[in-house]
């Protein structure tokens, strides 16, 4: 069965440093997603990515955060000064191409830690 | 805004018995609402949704949801529990016309052998 995987499992950072995310979607899937999840709290919308441009982003995805898809089979997430609150479980998504409605499916996650 | 609650922390349940997570929601207009599974060190599994149609819907595993529309609540179940149920349960909601799903805190669902 297809699954979206992501790289790496865990990554430790300092305070101020740029770290990049990797996710390989499901391949058919043209709508990607990431999310993220702060320790003990619900997992947040970060922002939705379709035909090569930011379809919808919520208020953390400031300048610091950037999105990319690099070629046919990445797409990354990038935190350009990272600080102490973006610790956390970040989870990249992707979904069918038909509509909205289908589910979205998810990786295991990059836990990001910022010391 | 959309979003979720799922009031418990932890639902534990004796194995053979009924397993019941609960789940209500807040949109504008017609919800599309989602339930996620996750086990330890893995990524959120989907289970089920609910689009339109019959209230009643089924998933993977053997569990199934009830939308109810008045109640605003969309509960999981699943007739008789087993010890590879326990994990972590996620529900979701998404507003039509919008791509991000809004999750509720999750509920750690624990089946006693």
């Known amino acids: 069965e297809p699954e979206v995987t992501q790289t790496p499992s865990h990554q430790v950072t300092q305070m101020g440093q740029e770290v990049i995310l990797r996710c390989v979607p499901i391949s058919n899937h043209l709508y990607f997603y990431w999310y993220r999840q702060i320790l003990g709290q619900k997992v947040e919308f970060l922002v939705s990515?379709?035909?090569?441009?930011?379809?919808?982003k919520s208020e953390i995805f400031d300048d610091q955060f950037s999105v990319e898809r690099p070629d046919g089979s990445n797409f990354t997430l990038k935190i350009r000064s990272t600080k102490l609150e973006d610790s956390a479980m970040y989870f990249c998504?992707?979904?069918?191409?038909?509509?909205?409605?289908?589910?979205?499916?998810f990786g295991p996650g990059t836990r990001l830690t910022v010391t | 805004a959309q979003s979720v609650a799922q009031p418990e922390d932890q639902v534990n349940v004796a194995e053979g018995n009924p397993l019941t997570v609960k789940c209500t929601y807040s949109?504008?207009?017609?919800?599309?609402l989602f339930w996620y599974v996750q086990y330890p060190n893995r990524g959120l599994q989907f289970l089920l949704k609910?689009?339109?149609?019959?209230?009643l819907v089924k998933g993977s595993y053997g569990f199934e949801a009830e939308f109810n529309k008045s109640q605003t609540s969309f509960h999981l179940k699943k007739p008789s529990a087993l010890v590879s149920d326990s994990a972590l349960y996620f529900c979701a909601v998404r507003a039509y016309g919008n791509n991000r799903l809004a999750f509720g805190k999750g509920n750690q669902v624990v089946v006693i052998p």
């Open positions: 998504a992707s979904s069918d191409a038909r509509g909205l409605e289908f589910e979205q499916y």
């Open positions: 990515f379709y035909n090569n441009e930011i379809s919808e």
């Open positions: 949109v504008s207009g017609n919800p599309y």
């Open positions: 609910y689009i339109t149609g019959d209230n």
